[in-house]
Every structure is written in structure tokens, then in C-alpha cells.
């Protein structure tokens, strides 16, 4: 997943959320990416770089943080798109799936975002959907 807004706690509802997604990415249209290289943040979450396509997300991240979700920013980390492909338990499986990533994934791969789902964190183990926002949809 690209992650465009990180998880926090709020008592907006996903009706509330999702009209607000609707908002700010109305006639956005869909994102043609290229994910080169792999990386891993905190020891903890291995992930692919966005190279084509970075500008746009950043842009977008920065157009759903308006009006309703403007207090959840993130203020500690400066986003950074990129695309998670697994989360290790500890440091040494951290290390080991990145050079397994590096290994198999040396390529770019071309992709397009065509969507953002509205996801519920109940845990690390749990997630939820909660609807999906088409974009380039008026």
C-alpha cells in the first residue's frame, strides 16, 4: 500500500472522512508511479521508492491534510511516498527482507494509482476498509 495520510485517532466517522476524501481529490486523475529501489524505515518496515510520481503524491498527501484533517498531520516525520511490502518482527528479519527485496525486486516497476481506500487500523494484524474514492471520478 502507499500510504497518503498516516493513522491517528478521531471521532470523524468514515462517512465524515470519505466525503472529505471526495473533496480534495475530485478531478485528481489517476497516478502513473515508478517504484525503483528498496529501503526500509525504523528496522521495522521494508518499502519500494517512488521515483516517477513522487511530486503528485506529496501534492495529494498535502491536499488531504486540508480543512477536516489539517490537526492530523504528521508534525515529527516529513512524508515520504513509497510503497510498504512488509514489516519484520525484529532487526534481523528487517535486514534479511531487504536484501531479499533488493534481490528480486532490482527492477522499476510501472504502476498506476487509480484509487485510495479509507482503511480502519483496529491493530498492527487488523485492518478494515471502509470505502474507496476512484480517482480521475468527478
Sequence with gaps: ?????FPFASSLT???LLTHMRRQVRGWPALPVTLAGC?????????????????SL????????????????????????HLTIGRA?????CASMLAEAKR???????ATVERLTLVRVHSPT?????????????
Design 89 to 93: 518482527a525484529d532487526d534481523a528479519r
Design 126 to 138: 487488523s485492518i478494515a476498509s471502509c470505502g474507496e474514492i476512484a480517482l480521475g471520478a468527478a
Design 104 to 110: 528480486c525486486l532490482h527492477a522499476p516497476v510501472d
Design 39 to 55: 529501503d526500509a524505515f525504523g528496522l521495522e518496515w521494508v518499502h519500494l521508492r517512488v521515483m516517477r510520481g513522487h511530486a
Design 1 to 5: 500500500h502507499v500510504t497518503l495520510v
Design 14 to 16: 468514515a462517512l465524515q
Design 58 to 81: 506529496c501534492e495529494l498527501h498535502d491536499r488531504l491534510h486540508r480543512g477536516a484533517l489539517a490537526p492530523f498531520r504528521h508534525r515529527v516525520l516529513a512524508y515520504e511516498p
